[in-house]
């Protein structure tokens, strides 16, 4: 923290109560490279930056292999730049050791994927629980209880995921990527492998639930009605931002 911000912060108030707190993702000239089999180079990110406020919804649009599964892997810790900065909640990520960024990643990062990556030997309360054992902590029942019933999943509670519809496995993951409150949620084409009436289902507790907790929620879409919701739309083109609007419900 810079002498100029600390003379802006009232006395009193902690350096973390700062707006600069308020920003849960900032990656600077982030480039990763891919070597082809005939040794040339192919960069799938080309120097993106970008900030991400905390409690901010954002789509993430673009062509097949325009990068947004490379963003996505970068931000959550699963996949190291070539080059560049990722800082999330103002933590440099890929400078921390393989446990630390662990224990960062089950606290801060929740992830949803298309199609769905359940546990298949765990059941429904059981996967929702994963976050709290794989950080051996005692699983907060009644908060998973809770979750399972806005999930409208509380009658399927026993049930192993190959007993679940699509839309339903879907909830599941929605439930085990929020029950811990992280910071940051990151879902690569949710609803890809969903009819639009559970799409849209799911959208809808996926989104309430992200604002509850002012999670901030980056979701990589093809559908135009979740874009419609965002509070912002990223658009990749060749591995490179090619614009970045506010969405037509919130300034
Ligand atoms: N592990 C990899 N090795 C080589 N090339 C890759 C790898 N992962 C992704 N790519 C390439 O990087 C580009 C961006 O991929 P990706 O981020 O998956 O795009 P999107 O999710 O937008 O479809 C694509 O051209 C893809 O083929
Ligand atoms: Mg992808």
Redesign the pocket.
Known sequence: MSSKENAAVPAGIPPQETSGSDIVVSIEHVTKQ?TSPGGGT?S?LNDVSLQIRRGEFVAVT??????????MHILGGVDEPTSGSVRICGSDIYEMDDEALSAFRRREIGMVYQFFNLIPVLNVEENIAFPYLASEEKPDFPAINRMMRRLGLFDKRSNLPNRLSGGQQQRVAIGRAVIRKPSLILADEPTGNLDSANGEEVMHIFETLCRENNTTLVI?THDASIAARADRVIR?AD?AIVSDERGAKQG
């Open positions: 891919y192919f799938a673009g062509a097949s292999g325009s990068g947004k599964s490379t963003l990589v990749l591995g």
